[in-house]
């Protein structure tokens, strides 16, 4: 069993991958704004503990960070799905300031905040594995979306970035793989003992990886699907199972870090 971090845990993608955890026993804590919709989609599992709530307006990000800091400490969370978002069809040019503040905050602010805590309560003595939800709009240049695409294009470069940091050094890596180091311990001349032993251990993966997902659009409440389709936008809609199938998949590769998937199979770049 896996505790997952989860933002955005009570609408769409998030809430999507909040039921895929809980329906294969894991625990989730859920960072969301509406404490009360959080109990109506997921009073039982509340009730017996298996989610957790941890309420933030992630529109507005003051003290979020030390707030992580407090609430996350009791758990050891292993795996982070950063979900929340707010859409916004407009113009780069008729985009306001708070408009673009709100995007920020949402999709990379909250993100930096959230991840700065867990790195600190990690301090690489487990394995951290982060997937950030991003969006084609980001590489696309979609005029009709544009503000949107510059925030997600932020969340892009803040995942490379982040990566080189956290990776810098080779020691920051999972232990071997145990079938793999016992069978190199075993054999008996000390050369190729230790060249076996050295390539046990360059097979290990990544203690800390954050990664991003970038989908065309998806049917949710803030994909808002016939708006897009009607501006005849070059995406195709991914289904919800395919979005979850990735981010999960994403999750579990221990070799990349780093990296921003697509999933648009209508558009390449």
């Given at each position: ?40 989609l997921f009073a039982p599992e509340l009730a017996s503990g298996q989610m957790v709530l941890l309420e933030h307006d992630l529109a507005c990000n003051d003290g979020l960070y030390k707030q992580c800091l407090s609430e996350l400490k009791p758990f050891k969370i292993e795996r ?190």
């Amino acid at each position: 069993m896996k505790t997952f971090l989860i933002t955005g845990a009570t609408s769409g993608i998030g809430e999507a991958c909040a039921r895929h955890c809980l329906a294969q026993g894991d625990q989730v804590v859920a960072l969301c704004r509406n404490g009360d919709k959080a109990h109506r989609l997921f009073a039982p599992e509340l009730a017996s503990g298996q989610m957790v709530l941890l309420e933030h307006d992630l529109a507005c990000n003051d003290g979020l960070y030390k707030q992580c800091l407090s609430e996350l400490k009791p758990f050891k969370i292993e795996r982070f799905i950063h979900c929340a978002g707010v859409g916004l069809i407009k113009g780069m040019a008729s985009t306001t300031h708070a408009e673009l503040l709100q995007l920020y905050e949402t999709h990379l602010f909250a993100l930096s905040e959230i991840m700065r805590a867990l790195v600190r309560l990690c301090q690489f003595k487990y394995e951290l594995s982060a997937v950030a939800l991003s969006s084609v709009a980001s590489p696309a240049y979609l005029v009709q979306n544009a503000a949107y695409g510059l925030s997600k294009d932020s969340v892009d470069h803040y995942v490379r970035l982040l990566n080189k940091q956290l990776n810098a050094a080779p020691q920051k890596r999972l232990p071997p793989p145990a079938q793999a180091l016992a069978a190199a311990e075993a054999i008996e001349d000390p050369e190729q003992r230790a060249r076996a032993v050295a390539i046990a251990q360059a097979q290990a993966g990544l203690m800390l990886r954050i990664n991003a997902l970038a989908p065309g659009m998806v049917d949710t409440p803030l994909g808002d699907c016939d708006t897009y389709l009607e501006q005849e936008l070059p995406l195709n809609v991914i289904p919800m199972e395919v979005i979850v199938h990735w981010i999960f998949e994403i999750l579990e590769t221990p070799y990349m870090s780093g990296q921003t998937v697509v999933l648009n199979n209508d558009w390449v770049y």
